[in-house]
């Protein structure tokens, strides 16, 4: 159990004994006032306690004003978070205007973003002086408007000094995040939140649960956000999300949550509510039944709807203490109609939990308005012509902000780069630029299908 103080995001009290709140983002450009709006309205009704939006450029904080104006007219006075990569003085506009904003400062090391060319010892000790003189303006503003900042860390945009190390993800992104937090904090400042996140379920429970032991050594109390990054959607996306939300859910960790997942804001939501809803912190009190034989598991459920039964299975799944010895699982839903979904959801948590590989994995960030593609259509295309690939990993990201650093481990990838264009990547190498999609796919398609093949 990690308890945090309170921090509030305008009229809303995050942290400490209040209920874990709800956030989803949006995906339309953010200079689409109307449609951004409607975005942000559809999850509010769907549930949403806090909304993050996109801000890449000037134009964008004009109109997140207008959106915050229309929203309020509307009725709805829940509190608007602003993403900003890489420019502080956007962050500084936008403090001034919503209520929370949501930082990188690995993307704010003025080194990385200038591209200079720095030494090694720059990024041993001179970072901290640059970042401090970066942040120290935006602090002065949040100080005087109110506003709360989330240090938003990925694994895939670590600040070079860590980044460059070879460590595991989840070190570094403890140790950046126990640094940024002491800059903040020697500017003064407390009302922060703080999320660590991978595309790897596991990797973020452990870099999670490890961030709440150091917090608590160096006496610090911050709320964490937590979820899974570029989970994907559909079952597989839902359960990657479940079995690392829920697993920090019911050991205490986690006040505000975000489902990641390549769908609409208002389908992230509900979905996040039915993690909510069945988190049980503390002994599990489900029927779980376990043939040590046949190393089979079997769960039982009353749930009759798919998001339900899926966050219900996932729970009692992290709970059983001889994960380690399931080979297979058997899920017993009486209540649920649809049985193929059954076998779906069984099929992509023992995937997912990495039991058994029997398709192809894929990974996919939730777009947002700097992605000039649509990102459930990309999706959905090469999920249809490249599964059936056990023991490959393809990821499909739609920006260069975090998509290559976030497409670590995949053994192939798709980058959107402007309209109708993407990269392909191999690992992490650049193979093809700018293709059409479905000439990307179609090369992947013949990788893969001879992948000792030299592309």
Known sequence: MF????????????????????????RNDTRDVQATTAECIRAFEAGADLMRISVPDHASVKSLRQIKQKLKQSGFSQPLVADIHYHPELACEAARI??????????????????????AGHHQTGWRDSLFLVLRPLIEICKEHG?????????????????????????????????????????????????LKTSSPQSMVTACRTMASRMLAEKMTYPIHIGVTEAGSGFSGRIRSALGIMNLLNQGIGNTIRVSLTETPEKETVFAKQLKKHATPGDTVYQI???????????????????????????????????????????????????????????????????????????????????????????????????????YKIAIMGCMVNGPGEMTGADYGFICTGPGRVHVYKRNVPIKKNLVPDEAIKMLKQELSNPVADI
């Open 3 to 26: 308890l945090s103080h309170v921090v509030r995001v305008g009229g809303l009290k995050l942290g400490g004994d209040y209920p874990v709140r709800l956030q989803s983002m949006t």
């Open 147 to 195: 506003t709360a900042i989330r240090i938003g860390l990925n694994h895939g945009s670590l600040p070079l000094h860590l980044s460059k190390r070879g460590e595991q993800p989840e070190k570094s992104l403890v140790e950046s995040g126990i640094e940024y937090l002491k800059i903040l904090e020697s500017l003064g400042f407390y009302k922060t939140i703080v999320s």
């Open 289 to 391: 039944s376990f043939s040590r034989p046949e190393a089979r598991l079997t769960i039982h459920s009353e749930a009759n709807d798919i998001d339900s039964l899926i966050a219900d299975t996932v729970n009692q799944y992290v709970q059983f203490d001889n994960k380690e010895m399931v080979r297979d699982v058997v899920i017993d839903a009486p209540e649920t109609k649809e049985k193929r979904a059954i076998q779906e959801i069984t099929s992509h948590l023992l995937q997912a939990a990495g039991i058994y590989a029997h398709e192809t994995t894929f990974i996919s960030c939730p777009a947002c308005a700097r992605v000039s593609m649509n990102m459930e259509e990309l999706v959905s295309k090469v999920k249809k012509q490249l599964s059936g690939h056990p023991g």
């Open 98 to 119: 919503v209520e929370k904003i949501r930082i990188n400062p690995g993307n704010f090391d003025i080194a990385r973003t200038r591209d200079q060319v720095v030494t």
